[in-house]
């Protein structure tokens, strides 16, 4: 049975850099061995939720918000194995939780759209989004 955890104190770091790589999210920072970035990102991150099959961790996302106006998810990641068994959708449903009256943003990866459809996001109008670098997600 999968288990999903809020917060930081049970991750195993290394563990969770191996996630991101095998589900192909973070991947800027994972080809520098940019870990101790990542780490501090999650440690910023406002909320941070887990899913565990046992001691083993099979997903991870996160959110930045103020709680009161507007949040952002991000690197909502599932291993392979563990993807279409409703992990995710267990992860976001408690990331998500108390939540309600906040305005929340995100991007999906491409493929994944119908995903974030069924947990009740739309597709935006308007949305503009700054990379540094260059992006497939953006047009000119
Ligand atoms: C996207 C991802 C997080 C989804 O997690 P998951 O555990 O496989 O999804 P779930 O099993 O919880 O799916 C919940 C619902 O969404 C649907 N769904 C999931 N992925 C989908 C997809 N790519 N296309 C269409 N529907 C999808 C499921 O069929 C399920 O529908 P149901 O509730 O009607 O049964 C996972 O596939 C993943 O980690 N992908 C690689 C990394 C990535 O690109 N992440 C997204 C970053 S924005």
Same mark, same amino acid.
């Given at each position: 049975?999968?288990?999903?955890?809020? #917060?930081?104190?049970?991750?195993?770091?290394? /563990?969770? +850099?191996?996630?991101? /790589?095998?589900?192909?999210?973070?991947?800027? @920072?994972? =080809?520098?061995?940019?870990?101790?970035?990542?780490?501090?990102? +999650? $440690?910023?991150?406002?909320?941070?939720?887990?899913?565990?099959? #046992?001691? *083993?961790?099979?997903?991870?996302?996160?959110?930045?918000?103020?709680?009161?106006?507007?949040?952002?998810?991000?690197?909502?990641?599932?291993?392979? =194995?563990? $993807?279409?068994?409703?992990?995710?959708?267990?992860?976001?449903?408690?990331?998500?939780? #108390? /939540?309600?009256?906040?305005?929340?943003?995100?991007?999906?990866? @491409?493929?994944?759209?119908? +995903?974030?459809?069924?947990?009740? +996001?739309?597709?935006? *109008?308007?949305?503009?989004?700054?990379?540094? @670098? =260059?992006?497939?997600?953006? =047009?000119?």
């Amino acid at each position: 049975m999968i288990s999903y955890k809020l #917060g930081l104190e049970y991750i195993n770091w290394s /563990e969770l +850099f191996n996630l991101y /790589e095998k589900v192909g999210l973070l991947r800027r @920072f994972i =080809e520098n061995r940019e870990f101790d970035k990542i780490q501090s990102a +999650f $440690q910023k991150s406002c909320k941070v939720v887990t899913a565990w099959d #046992g001691e *083993k961790l099979v997903g991870s996302c996160r959110m930045l918000s103020d709680s009161i106006c507007y949040g952002a998810v991000f690197n909502v990641g599932v291993l392979p =194995e563990y $993807q279409k068994k409703s992990v995710g959708k267990g992860m976001m449903n408690l990331l998500l939780k #108390g /939540e309600e009256n906040i305005t929340i943003h995100l991007t999906s990866t @491409f493929g994944n759209e119908d +995903f974030y459809k069924k947990l009740g +996001f739309k597709k935006h *109008k308007t949305a503009y989004s700054k990379y540094p @670098f =260059e992006s497939k997600y953006v =047009e000119d």
